[in-house]
């Protein structure tokens, strides 16, 4: 899954893609270096990030939505909206991808219900200004499961398929680095959810701490997709479904090697 986040403030990729048409291409190239579908989001979701309002991200998220389409792609909308999510598919979107996991907004559930796309349920614990400080686990792989269980059940007593679920950890939301390494350590304990599992640790604030080492500053954010590959390949050997990232080549060797090995095992 690559990325297109179609916003002035990302904390990987901000501003470059804020144009319709840049963002449509930018799109396709990575379509182009392997990415099998792509995200589009309109909103921003790093830690302390303020919302947008509805109708600016709709005007942000709409039309790549509807060009990559028309163009063939397989487009997924990152939005907690259901207005957003709702336009979207109408627009030719083929998946929802909604970080709180239908949390945010009450209509999401119902709407995604209507609409009949596979529904990404992530883990999800608060909006970005808050979500620092709801970084507290005992044991965050089992808080982790036993929350998306929860979500699972009310997304399905929504009217959503099961078959049509996917889940995901939520790597960086109210998380720190040891929670995300822990998560992605335990991915076996997702996948026993019985879900497609989509991993998102691209650029993440866990893979800075992870180079830079005890005490040092962390590289910037596109400084990272080397850390990220690595991460495919380990997910993809765990038996994700798909991995979300900014920079797909490197990933899509990294998935392609982690296949070959297991087709030699
Ligand atoms: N992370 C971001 C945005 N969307 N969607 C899913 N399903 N999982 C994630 O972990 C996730 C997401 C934030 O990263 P970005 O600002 O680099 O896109």
New binding site residues.
Partial sequence: MG?V?VTPD????GGRWFDTTAAVKHGLDLVAEGADLI?V?GE???PGASRVDASEELRRVIPVVKGLASEGVTVSV?TMRARVAEEAVAAGAALV?D?SGGLADPDMIRVVAAGGAPF?V?HWRGFSESMNSRAVYGDVVAEVVTELRDRMDAVVAGGVAPERIVI?P????AKDACHDLALVAHLDELRALGRPL?V?A??KRFLGHVLAGEGAAPPPARERDAATAAISALSAHAGAWAV?V?EVRATADAVRVARAVEGAA
């Fill in positions: 990325v986040n990302s904390f990987s990729d995200d989001g921003s979701t790093r990152d991808n970080v990404v992530m995901d939520g790597l960086g939301f989509l998102a691209s650029r979300r900014h």
